[in-house]
């Protein structure tokens, strides 16, 4: 959150965009990965695709579901994951179309529990990345989103930032805001806050505090992750013939 656009904070990377809210001194500076679910999309992927060799069809549903179980189960801080799985690269807190995602640390004593922990832990400190390259990470972070029903996913992020991790049952969370804000200038309610008290407000869950032992974990990691991702960016650019990138 900017009051005003003189308290946008403007990395080295020049990544990032700002946008000005329908509310008077209210503008949202945003880094933005360029996929987060996506890459859960992918280790899920990999555990469907085994057991439909054993006959089995999970659901989407199942699979989030038995997410949580695999990550309980694994070791924190294990491994080190890089979320750049898009074949677009990554947009913040920094830009490269060669980005890719990868691992670092695996040897034969990790399992599949281990490499899906690594997974959202790798996407905690990519939202750590994004805040920190715009100040100090928010008090309280709202997440919306099916992954974001993950028991494991929340405290994960909360550990990892350090703050209260909140989640909105709000479907749909992009168009309904474009509904508020129709709403608004159509005088169905007065204001967005009058419209956020109804649509908003309600639907938020309780706060969930990180864990302090688990903070320190990650706190201790997340030096490695910001430089193995700013040490890959040759390696990347040297792949970039293989692995489809948009340079």
Same mark, same amino acid.
């Given at each position: 959150?900017?009051?005003?656009?003189?308290?946008?904070?403007?990395?080295?990377?020049?990544?990032?965009?700002?946008?000005?809210?329908?509310?008077?001194?209210?503008?949202?500076?945003?880094?933005?990965?360029?996929?987060?679910?996506?890459?859960?999309?992918?280790?899920?992927?990999?555990?469907?695709?085994?057991?439909?060799? /054993?006959?089995?069809?999970?659901?989407?549903?199942?699979?989030?579901?038995?997410?949580?179980?695999?990550?309980?189960?694994?070791?924190?801080?294990?491994?080190?994951?890089?979320?750049?799985?898009?074949?677009?690269?990554?947009?913040?807190?920094?830009?490269?179309?060669?980005?890719?995602?990868?691992?670092?640390?695996?040897?034969?004593?990790?399992?599949?529990?281990?490499?899906?922990?690594?997974?959202?832990?790798?996407?905690?400190?990519?939202?750590?990345?994004?805040?920190?390259?715009?100040?100090?990470?928010?008090?309280?972070?709202?997440?919306?989103?099916?992954?974001?029903?993950?028991?494991?996913?929340?405290?994960?992020?909360?550990?990892?930032?350090?703050?209260?991790?909140?989640?909105?049952?709000?479907?749909?969370?992009?168009?309904?805001?474009?509904?508020?804000?129709?709403?608004?200038?159509?005088?169905?309610?007065?204001?967005?806050?009058?419209?956020?008290?109804?649509?908003?407000?309600?639907?938020?869950?309780?706060?969930?505090?990180?864990?302090?032992?688990?903070?320190?974990?990650?706190?201790?990691?997340?030096?490695?992750?910001? /430089?193995?991702?700013?040490?890959?960016?040759?390696?990347?650019?040297?792949?970039?013939?293989?692995?489809?990138?948009?340079?």
């Amino acid at each position: 959150f900017a009051a005003t656009p003189d308290d946008v904070v403007l990395n080295d990377d020049g990544s990032g965009y700002t946008i000005a809210m329908p509310i008077p001194g209210a503008f949202a500076q945003l880094q933005s990965n360029m996929a987060a679910t996506l890459n859960i999309d992918w280790v899920l992927g990999l555990a469907r695709d085994v057991l439909a060799t /054993a006959g089995g069809k999970p659901s989407h549903d199942e699979l989030l579901k038995a997410l949580d179980a695999w990550v309980e189960a694994s070791e924190p801080g294990l491994l080190i994951y890089q979320p750049y799985i898009s074949l677009a690269g990554e947009r913040g807190p920094f830009v490269d179309p060669d980005a890719r995602a990868g691992f670092i640390g695996l040897s034969v004593k990790h399992g599949f529990g281990d490499l899906a922990r690594g997974v959202l832990e790798g996407l905690a400190f990519a939202a750590r990345d994004c805040y920190q390259a715009m100040g100090a990470v928010p008090g309280e972070i709202r997440l919306s989103g099916g992954a974001a029903r993950s028991p494991s996913l929340r405290r994960i992020i909360a550990a990892a930032t350090r703050a209260q991790v909140r989640t909105s049952s709000r479907q749909e969370a992009g168009a309904a805001g474009a509904a508020m804000m129709a709403a608004v200038g159509l005088g169905v309610y007065g204001s967005m806050e009058d419209c956020a008290a109804e649509w908003v407000t309600p639907l938020l869950g309780d706060c969930d505090a990180y864990d302090e032992a688990l903070s320190q974990t990650y706190d201790a990691l997340f030096p490695s992750f910001v /430089a193995a991702r700013q040490a890959l960016r040759p390696v990347w650019k040297g792949m970039a013939h293989r692995t489809g990138a948009g340079s």
